[in-house]
């Protein structure tokens, strides 16, 4: 069965920093991309960013780029976020998610993504 666990989110003051880690199990979790997405109270599901299965190659939304780093640790099953320059507008629950397919690329469409975690709140706020 897979399981994708997120921890690390909190409330951070504007200009801060948080790093996110999904635990994953339950697949051979350095053969699949992976990604982020999240979602504001409110809004759509939005991906963020995404890293293949070997952890060289990234991808980012606009609206993190330069702020957000995606990496994966393939020898313990964890993909993070590290997250600096916090605005309020990041304020949402993170959600990591397993790409469907084995391939060597992947795409940023979330209906590729069928498994997902539960998420972790991150508030942004002063």
């Known amino acids: 069965e897979v399981q994708l666990v997120e921890s690390g989110g909190g409330l951070v003051q504007p200009g801060g920093s948080l790093r996110l880690s999904c635990a994953a199990s339950g697949f051979t979790f350095s053969t699949y991309a992976m990604s982020w997405v999240r979602q504001a109270p409110g809004k759509r599901l939005d991906w963020v960013s995404g890293?293949?299965?070997?952890?060289?190659?990234?991808n980012y939304a606009a609206s993190v780029l330069g702020r957000f780093t995606i990496s994966r640790d393939n020898a313990h099953n964890t993909l993070y976020l590290q997250m600096n320059s916090l605005k309020p507008e990041d304020t949402a629950v993170y959600i990591c998610?397993?790409?469907?397919?084995?391939?060597?690329?992947?795409?940023?469409?979330?209906?590729?993504?069928?498994?997902r975690g539960q998420g972790t709140q991150v508030t942004v706020s002063s």
């Open positions: 890293v293949n299965s070997g952890g060289d190659s990234t």
């Open positions: 998610a397993k790409y469907d397919h084995d391939t060597t690329w992947y795409t940023r469409d979330l209906n590729d993504y069928t498994y």
